[in-house]
């Protein structure tokens, strides 16, 4: 199929003229994969400036297999994509992996992956970070693609506006299958993490809601919504439930058999940065949460 431009836009406002009825979502992918010639070379930014005569061809799947064979750089990416336009980065995060750089400047990051998938592209590229998880934990991070995507995103974290739920495999089963935890913690310069008394003037609020999806003599399986994002709340919540994250030893735990702290991001849900409308984006579980 090929369209030849009349007046200056860009490539997806092309595609959405050449098929009205696809959503931009699968128009996306249609570049990703790499099947958008303009004047007879691919192309996979939606933002490309198109000019009037530019000719926009749209390959079938073998031919575009045969013209882009996948970039040396990618095969050595390890990122799970849930979700991407041009404002959003969504990922499944695996535990063991830093979300950011610390002090000590580790090369390989979340983050780092996210940009070095972007530049495959568009060696301009950036992404920016809107929130974090603990290194150990799995599980659904939003990236930014500009400074207004971000700060858009970061004041709905601030404002409690962002539904983050989580899924943790816990030791034993809390008494009450479902409740609300309201503590107090606070984060010292190691960053260790106490509770503390509510007039603590270090102290922060954490509340976390929970109930127990399934469970057997020894563990139980626990959603989590948390309503602040203080650093160790889910950790702190279930020791103070007499039920510790499994491979949590810092908070009680004394098992490991997975050799990671079976905590996971399962979902965030938030208001698109561009459009407002409300988005939800979900990372299964790996196998190893299934009792």
Not at 14 to 35: C, D, H, I, N, Y
Request: net charge negative; hydrophobic share 35%; aromatic share 6%.
């Amino acid at each position: 199929m090929k369209s030849i431009a009349e007046h200056e836009t860009v490539l997806l406002a092309v595609l959405e003229g050449m098929f009205p009825a696809t959503s931009k979502s699968k128009l996306r992918k249609m570049l990703t994969q790499g099947r958008v010639e303009v004047n007879e070379e691919i192309q996979f930014r939606a933002k490309h400036e198109i000019l009037p005569g530019d000719t926009v061809v749209i390959l079938d799947h073998q031919n575009a297999m045969e013209q882009t064979p996948p970039p040396e750089s990618k095969n050595k990416i390890e990122l799970d994509v849930v979700f991407e336009d041009d404002f959003l980065l969504v990922v499944n995060k695996p535990a063991h992996l830093l979300s950011i750089a610390t002090d000590k400047l580790e090369m390989d990051t979340l983050h780092s992956r996210c940009v070095d998938y972007l530049r495959q592209y568009n060696p301009d590229a950036w992404c920016f970070i809107v929130h974090r998880l603990d290194r150990e934990t799995s599980g659904v991070m939003v990236f930014a693609k500009s400074k207004h995507s971000k700060n858009h995103l970061q004041e709905q974290f601030s404002e409690r506006e962002v539904h983050r739920q989580y899924l943790a495999l816990v030791e034993g089963t809390p008494q009450q299958l479902h409740g609300t935890i309201n503590t107090w913690l606070m984060e010292d310069k190691f960053l260790n993490v106490k509770a503390v008394n509510s007039k603590h003037p270090k102290g922060k609020e954490a509340i976390s809601h929970y109930r127990v999806i399934n469970g057997n003599e020894d563990l139980a399986l626990v959603e989590v919504e948390i309503e602040t994002g203080r650093r160790h709340q889910i950790r702190m919540a279930m020791q103070y439930l007499e039920t510790p994250v499994v491979g949590d030893e810092l908070h009680g735990a004394e098992t490991n058999p997975h050799r990671r702290l079976m905590l996971h991001a399962h979902a965030l849900e938030f208001l698109h940065p561009e459009h407002d409308d409300p988005v939800r984006f979900e990372a299964p579980p790996p196998k190893s949460f299934n009792l």
